[in-house]
């Protein structure tokens, strides 16, 4: 199994030796979904030694600060592109140059994050990971992923009757994710997963409305903020955050509709 974190953490740490030389979203958001794997693992091996509480609380520390900041530079791109679609021919100048302002600072606060790093903190990493891989057995193994996504499904329970809220949709993303991920990680060592492909299809399904919802709401958001920011608009803005909150709405039924039917076999 430490295979697969090794591939992993070899090229994260080549991403983040890039990204100091010449910060690029596109391999900013790279380095997020090694982070995130990376995360993953962490929480199989805290299920298997749970007795050690430095594991749980220290070993991914010191990139949480920098997994958070790669997150803006994605929720920035979702955003940016949303309006990129939605905008069709109309000219909306003020909001682009508000968006031109936020690209350049964030991506600066990023950039001077990532330089800062020491590279200690990759050295203990592996070291880490390294040292609590050994000696690993399937059965272990199997029972850890397992527990990991047992409490990732009763945690997405919270929204199962009625019509979902923001939070438990964002929930439900998240921990849809999670359990992709051990799921591949299981299939990769060997050891069968917990769902039929037939959960699965349904969970990719789920999983890709829910990013289109996702999409929708933080630019709905973001939008807003630049409305509150400027109280004097034209009302094609206006059109533009009523359309955005009609959309928004009709994808949450959709992802309703689709976790309710998901939610059974779970």
Do not use: C
């Not at 630049?226 to 059109?239: I, Q």
Request: aromatic share 12%; no cysteine; glycine share 4%.
């Amino acid at each position: 199994m430490f295979q697969l974190f090794e591939k992993q953490y070899r090229e994260a740490r080549s991403l983040t030796d890039a990204l100091g030389k010449s910060f690029r979203s596109k391999k900013a958001l790279e380095l997020e979904e090694k982070l995130i794997f990376v995360d993953v693992y962490l929480h199989i091996l805290n299920k298997i030694h749970f007795k050690e509480e430095r594991l749980k609380f220290e070993s991914f520390s010191e990139f949480r600060i920098l997994l958070k900041a790669l997150k803006r530079v994605h929720h920035y791109k979702l955003v940016s592109r949303t309006f990129d679609e939605e905008k069709g021919k109309v000219a909306y100048s003020l909001y682009e140059a508000f968006l031109i302002a936020e690209k350049r600072d964030l991506y600066k606060d990023v950039f001077e994050l990532i330089i800062s790093r020491s590279p200690d903190i990759w050295e203990s990493l592996y070291a880490t990971a390294y040292g609590y891989s050994r000696g690993i057995k399937p059965l272990t193994v199997e029972t850890a992923t397992r527990k990991l996504i047992d409490e990732e499904v009763e945690y997405m329970h919270i929204g199962e009757k009625g019509t979902l809220e923001s939070q438990n949709m964002r929930d439900i993303k998240e921990g849809l994710q999670v359990i992709t991920l051990v799921e591949n990680i299981k299939i990769a060592v060997g050891l069968s997963p917990v769902f039929t492909t037939d959960v699965h299809e349904n969970m990719s399904q789920l999983l890709k409305v829910l990013g289109k919802w996702n999409q929708t709401s933080l630019f709905a958001q973001h939008l807003n903020y630049f409305l509150s920011e400027n109280e004097e608009v034209s009302n094609k803005y206006l059109e533009l955050a009523k359309r955005m909150k009609a959309k928004k709405k009709r994808l949450a039924l959709e992802v309703t509709s689709l976790w309710n039917k998901l939610f059974p076999k779970m």
